[in-house]
């Protein structure tokens, strides 16, 4: 299945890719679908006599709009790694986004105006169907309701102002994720998925690679980090980026605002966002 919360008539709804409509599952949005612990029947129910929308054009919000916790993972492919100039490490580099932080699969990536090193980031990202803790094998690989794309925008002048990361990955209304959730049934290799992540801007492909390459797996990432907090459904793992970041490039490259940037990966859709100068208040 392929699932995605829809903008409509001022408000939100979770829906289901049936050809080229989306079907109303009588839920606001995906994470509220999620919680339920039937929601895969749910979502798969018969569409007869729901209400439908035209997939072509759709306003689709962040996947899950307010997910408990987004945790992210860096140095995960290995020729990002090389790139940084990093040794291969021996567990996951973990860190956080905020809510806030999310923004739909069609929306304007906000370039803040204390930034001069704005960058991209493709990343698949595993979305949690089931509250899990300390799971283990086919217990994490249950929990992993599917994949969506994540382009984690990073402000890397913040990024590196300390050893901690998170005052450069969350800032606000930064991180398009989207378009929609796909059950690991749809996907070559399921909760282990081996697919193409591609990222371009204004049409040049910057970022190429696929998630053969990653570390940790997406079930490996789930073990890890329910050992160390409860995760519930809804809750999103990006599994980190491949290389071609434009603040490894010689020279560096940034977003200045007014770029096109398109985030892919196989099977699961595309992001398009427009870069935008924040609007001060």
């Known amino acids: 299945?392929?699932?995605?919360?829809?903008?409509?008539?001022?408000?939100t709804k979770a829906v289901r890719l049936d050809g080229d409509v989306?079907?109303?599952?009588?839920?606001?949005?995906?994470?509220?679908?999620?919680?339920?612990?039937?929601?895969a029947e749910r979502a798969a129910a018969p569409a007869a006599g729901a209400t439908t929308y035209p997939a072509e054009g759709a306003d689709l919000a962040p996947v899950v709009p307010q997910p408990s916790k987004v945790v992210c993972v860096g140095l995960n492919y290995r020729n990002h790694i090389q790139e940084m100039g990093r040794d291969l490490p021996e567990h996951p580099t973990l860190f956080a986004k905020f809510a806030d932080s999310l923004i739909g699969a069609g929306d304007d990536i906000v370039r803040p105006e204390e930034t001069?090193?704005?960058?991209?980031?493709?990343?698949?990202?595993?979305?949690?169907?089931?509250?899990?803790?300390?799971?283990?094998?086919?217990?994490?690989?249950q929990a992993i309701a599917g994949f969506t794309v994540l382009n984690d925008i990073t402000t890397r002048d913040w990024q590196f102002r300390t050893r901690e990361w998170l005052q450069g990955k969350t800032?606000?209304?930064t991180t398009p994720v989207g378009p929609y959730l796909v059950t690991p049934d749809e996907l070559p290799g399921g909760v282990r998925p081996a697919l193409d992540v591609k990222l371009t801007v204004d049409g040049e492909v910057m970022q190429s690679d696929n998630t053969g390459d990653l570390l940790f797996d997406p079930v490996a990432l789930v073990e890890y980090v329910s050992t160390i907090i409860r995760l519930n459904p809804g809750d999103i793992i990006a599994t980190g980026t491949p290389g071609g970041v434009g603040h490894a490039r010689k020279p560096a490259r940034y977003l200045l605002g007014g770029e096109t940037v398109v985030t892919e990966v196989q099977g699961i859709g595309r992001l398009e966002n427009k870069v935008v100068a924040e609007k001060q208040a």
């Open 1 to 11: 299945m392929k699932l995605a919360t829809l903008r409509t008539d001022g408000t």
């Open 171 to 173: 800032w606000d209304s």
């Open 116 to 141: 001069d090193q704005f960058d991209w980031e493709v990343e698949l990202a595993v979305v949690v169907g089931k509250q899990v803790r300390r799971a283990k094998g086919e217990q994490a690989e």
């Open 22 to 39: 989306l079907v109303d599952l009588g839920f606001p949005d995906v994470g509220t679908l999620l919680a339920q612990d039937d929601w």
